[in-house]
């Protein structure tokens, strides 16, 4: 009997391990690539030496969103979309797990002319960091969003950059700047949430309550150049 039970028991530790290996396994590539993307591109915006972003926004943001490599014609036709990750940080300073967003259409200030570039949002108000939670959002109506400032020693206290609900950068063929984003729309990635995570969840549950089940670990290296 005790040795019927070990092999029970041994079953459904393998049955368990094989299960966790294959939600790991189902992960699509490309949408741990976005993950890892991500982390890539904000770290290459916050160690830009002399282009990077003021330590005070770094420090005052809510939430960060970073969508690596919007493609060829987005800027101009806002035909095509780019699709990245979000994570807000709670009252003690914890991060979030990753929740998914796309953004695409309206006008991105920058005309580039058909060049692919990067995306990082400092979210930096409560009714920025909630608007997060909708299916929708347009940023300059539900959300106003500026130019970030550039530069180590910028300063953040100007009139724009302590009104904004978020402010936006862009960086092409090697160099980040601020970017106008009035008029683009913001949605939450459903898909890409139920495919990471296994199951389906709203951005409510994974940025603001933090119920998900165990955390793939593929975001860290974003989370650990986040202050």
Known sequence: MIAGNIRVTVLAVVVVSLLGAGWALAIDKKLIERVEDSGEVYGQLINAPDQGVPERLLKDAQCVAVIPALKKGAFIFGGKHGKGVVTCRNDSGKWSPLSFLTISGGSFGLQI??????????IMSEKGARSLVRSEFTLGGDASVAAG??????????????????????????????????????RNDGKAIKDYYGKRLDPEQILFQHQVPTNPSHGQALFDKLP
């Open 113 to 122: 002319g058909g060049q692919s570039s990067d995306l990082v949002l400092f």
């Open 149 to 186: 400032p550039v530069g180590r020693q910028a300063t953040a206290d100007t009139d724009v950059a302590l009104n904004a609900d978020i402010l936006a950068y862009a960086r092409t063929k090697g160099l980040f700047a601020g970017i106008s984003l009035d008029g683009s729309s913001v």
